[in-house]
Nanobody
Framework: QLVDSGGGLVQPGGSLRLSCAASRLTTLDNYAITWFRQSPGKEREGISC????????TYADSVKGRFTISRDNAEKMAYLHIHNLEPEDTAVYYCAAEFRPPPVQPPCTMTGSRMDYWGRGTQVTVSS
């Protein structure tokens, strides 16, 4: 139901914009969006989430200040802007959607077991 894209090979310090398309969902309005990543040999990590209306965001400490999550409900799209990439950011990045209409609290979560839909992932490799 979700298609994530935008990954690639980037040099340290570079930037990327990852996209998450929910074209097969009737609406994205009541879904919170979360981005996860998984590096080889490591557990999947929730890195950022945004609530259904887009006015509340959460970031993991590991990406705070370098990653920005956003969404466009009219286009049924979500994005993850990644700046100042580091080799440690190398991973497969996944977007996921959780049915979470307001006023449910917290506005979004980074718990994988709560997600209703997943993308297949997009590879980000940071290397010189």
């Amino acid at each position: 139901q979700l298609v994530d894209s935008g990954g690639g090979l980037v040099q340290p310090g570079g930037s990327l914009r990852l996209s998450c398309a929910a074209s097969r969902l009737t609406t994205l309005d009541n879904y919170a969006i979360t981005w996860f990543r998984q590096s080889p040999g490591k557990e999947r990590e929730g890195i950022s989430c945004i609530n259904s209306s887009g006015n509340s965001t959460t970031y993991a400490d590991s990406v705070k200040g370098r990653f920005t999550i956003s969404r466009d409900n009219a286009e049924k799209m979500a994005y993850l802007h990644i700046h100042n990439l580091e080799p440690e950011d190398t991973a497969v990045y996944y977007c996921a959607a959780e049915f979470r209409p307001p006023p449910v609290q917290p506005p979004c979560t980074m718990t994988g077991s709560r997600m209703d839909y997943w993308g297949r992932g997009t590879q980000v490799t940071v290397s010189s």
